[in-house]
C-alpha cells in the first residue's frame, strides 16, 4: 500500500505508516508473525494444496469477480446480448461476497469470541 501511494504521491504517508503499524500489532497479538507485501499465487497454493483442477476450470470466470476491467469497458455503454451475463456476474458476486462474509464472521466467533463481542454484549458485561 505504502509503495503504491509513494509512487502516486512521491513521498510516504505519516498516516498510512501509522495505520499499517497498529495493524502489524494487532496482527502480531493474534500470532500472524509479520504482514509482508510477499504474496502466493493462487494458482501455486491450489497446486500445493492438490486443487489445481479445480482452480483452472473456474479461475477463467471467477477472476472476472477480481479484476473485470477490460470486460466491463467493453460492455459499459452498450451491455446488449451480455446483458444476462452481467445479471449472472452480479448474482454470483453478490452470492460469494454474502458466503464469505458469513464464513468470516463463523471463523471469527468461533477462534476469537473476545472480538467477536457485539457492544452490546460488552455494555451488558
Given at each position: 500500500?505504502?509503495?503504491?501511494?509513494?509512487?502516486?504521491?512521491?513521498?510516504?504517508?505519516?498516516?498510512?505508516?501509522?495505520?499499517?503499524?497498529?495493524?502489524?500489532?494487532?496482527?502480531?497479538?493474534?500470532?500472524i508473525a509479520a504482514l509482508e507485501d510477499d504474496f502466493k499465487r493462487v494458482s501455486d497454493a491450489a497446486k500445493e494444496l492438490g486443487q489445481f483442477p479445480k482452480f483452472q476450470a473456474a479461475n477463467k470466470l471467477l477472476s472476472k469477480f477480481a479484476?473485470?476491467?477490460?470486460?466491463?469497458v467493453h460492455v459499459a455503454d452498450n451491455p446488449g446480448p451480455e446483458a444476462?451475463?452481467?445479471?449472472?456476474?452480479?448474482?454470483?458476486?453478490?452470492?460469494?461476497?454474502?458466503?464469505a462474509i458469513i464464513t468470516t464472521r463463523k471463523i471469527i466467533r468461533a477462534y476469537y469470541p473476545e472480538i467477536a463481542k457485539s457492544k452490546k454484549e460488552d455494555q451488558t458485561s
Open positions: 500500500m505504502q509503495q503504491t501511494f509513494e509512487a502516486e504521491s512521491g513521498a510516504k504517508s505519516n498516516d498510512l505508516d501509522r495505520a499499517l503499524g497498529n495493524l502489524s500489532q494487532f496482527a502480531q497479538k493474534w500470532g479484476h473485470p476491467t477490460a470486460w466491463s444476462g451475463y452481467l445479471t449472472m456476474i452480479l448474482q454470483d458476486g453478490v452470492f460469494l461476497a454474502l458466503n
